[in-house]
């Protein structure tokens, strides 16, 4: 029991003593990691958002409690090069979709196609 005891105290010590870091995949606005675009779609919206990551993964948008969930997105590279990655499920309404774009840092224009829903 005593020994028990011993180790419990010390383990919380330690939980004291030793600073646990912040969660890595926290999209905060000062989390090093988040790549931050701003996006045009068709549907007459400019949506500010982020990823951790692969862009052609989904973004959260900023200031919401919402995610963009992509489907198809495609990489438009400056010598030509293009990379189509599908995300879409068989019997999935493409026609309900919202095709947004932009040109990341490094001049790759990027058109993607998916929608918005709550992350919670």
Same mark, same amino acid.
């Given at each position: 029991?005593?020994?028990l005891?011993?180790?419990?105290?010390?383990?919380l010590?330690?939980?004291?003593?030793?600073? #646990?870091?912040?969660?890595?995949?926290?999209?905060?606005?000062?989390?090093? !990691?988040?790549?931050?675009? @701003?996006? &045009?779609?068709?549907?007459?919206?400019t949506?500010?958002?982020?990823?951790?990551g692969?862009?052609?993964?989904?973004?959260?948008l900023?200031d919401?409690?919402?995610v963009?969930?992509?489907?198809?997105f495609?990489? #438009?590279?400056p010598?030509?090069?293009?990379k189509t990655?599908n995300y879409? !499920?068989?019997?999935f309404? @493409?026609? &309900?979709?919202?095709?947004?774009?932009?040109?990341d840092?490094?001049?790759?224009?990027?058109?993607?196609?998916?929608?918005?829903t709550?992350?919670?």
């Amino acid at each position: 029991m005593r020994r028990l005891l011993t180790a419990g105290l010390v383990t919380l010590g330690l939980a004291i003593v030793i600073p #646990i870091p912040a969660v890595l995949a926290d999209p905060g606005g000062t989390n090093p !990691i988040v790549q931050y675009r @701003t996006f &045009s779609c068709d549907n007459g919206n400019t949506y500010n958002a982020g990823f951790v990551g692969v862009a052609s993964g989904n973004f959260f948008l900023v200031d919401s409690t919402s995610v963009f969930a992509i489907k198809v997105f495609t990489e #438009i590279f400056p010598d030509g090069t293009v990379k189509t990655f599908n995300y879409g !499920i068989p019997g999935f309404d @493409t026609g &309900s979709l919202v095709t947004c774009s932009y040109t990341d840092p490094a001049g790759v224009f990027n058109i993607f196609s998916g929608f918005v829903t709550p992350s919670s």
